[in-house]
């Protein structure tokens, strides 16, 4: 389900204005800003990777490798910060 500011505008005091990516200083296409803020699909499969070696089901190695090859630097800094 598809959550629009109308279904929760009614829930927040004050006044509510939409703003989305745009309070980032932001403004690209959204397969883009997906990637930035590492909600895309390689980031996701990135974090099941991460999460299965935690469990002890995947060798990290495996992972590593598997996140290279995704296109991912591990080493990029948080958008949230940069």
């Keep these: 389900m598809k ?3 109308d279904q929760i505008r009614q829930w927040v005091p004050g006044r509510f204005i939409v703003l989305g990516t745009d309070g980032y200083g932001r403004s690209d296409t959204r397969e883009n800003l997906r990637a ?3 909600i895309d699909t390689p980031h996701i499969v990135a974090a099941a990777y991460t999460g299965l070696v935690q469990c002890g089901e995947l060798e990290p190695k495996a992972a ?5 090859e995704l296109g991912l630097d591990p080493e990029s800094p948080d958008p ?3």
């Design 36 to 38: 930035w803020f590492g």
């Design 64 to 68: 590593t490798k598997a996140i290279r």
């Design 80 to 82: 949230l910060t940069a």
């Design 3 to 5: 959550i629009v500011p």
